[in-house]
């Protein structure tokens, strides 16, 4: 329980130094940023009051949302440490798949990264065929520029390499 109380408190304070850092974006661009991560801090702060106290499961999380299926809600015990590992596992791959994300879209740019990862996580995690994968993935830097880069203007991140070359201004 101890671990997972760290491992929620570590992200719940990374979200917190996200805030802190978006409120020096200039006007409105600190705005989405916020809604997320205060989405976030949330969601998190619920998590850990069920780890934490969980006799209050049943008030703030009816549904199991935020629970492992074999959590015991009246003693905050799960039932076997099998489910503790596969449960920290799942959270690890997730943590590692959004650093990598993160790494491609600063080395690559958005429009690159986020189809490179969509068609890994299609066929790897999705276990999709190839020809489905590509098809998502070819997509995706299609509505990425249409919606932000023409409807809302933003300008998407183009990536070390594409401004290492000269691609980009």
Same mark, same amino acid.
């Given at each position: 329980?101890?671990?997972?109380?760290? *491992?929620?408190?570590?992200?719940?304070?990374?979200?917190? =130094?996200l805030g802190v850092v978006s409120l020096s974006y200039k006007g409105q661009t600190a705005l989405f940023p916020l809604i997320v991560i205060s989405a976030g801090i949330f969601l998190?702060?619920?998590?850990? =009051?069920t780890i934490v106290k969980p006799h209050l499961t049943p008030l703030l999380d009816p549904k199991g *949302? *935020?629970?492992?299926?074999?959590?015991d809600v009246t003693t905050g015990d799960s039932s076997s440490n099998a489910v503790d590992?596969?449960?920290?596992?799942r959270e690890t791959m997730v943590i590692v798949w959004g650093v990598a994300y993160v790494?491609?879209?600063?080395?690559?740019?958005?429009?690159?990264?986020?189809?490179?990862?969509?068609? =890994?996580?299609?066929k790897v995690i999705g276990r999709r065929s190839g020809a489905t994968s590509l098809a998502v993935a070819a997509a995706v830097p299609v509505f990425l520029y249409i919606v932000f880069e023409r409807l809302l203007r933003i300008e998407l991140f183009p990536g070390f390499v594409s401004s290492f070359i000269g691609l980009t201004s």
């Open positions: 329980m101890r671990q997972r109380i760290w *491992f929620y408190a570590s992200i719940l304070a990374c979200l917190g =130094v998190l702060a619920i998590k850990l =009051v *949302f *935020f629970g492992d299926d074999n959590d590992e596969t449960s920290t596992r790494g491609l879209i600063y080395l690559l740019g958005f429009l690159t990264a986020s189809p490179i990862m969509t068609f =890994v996580f299609a």
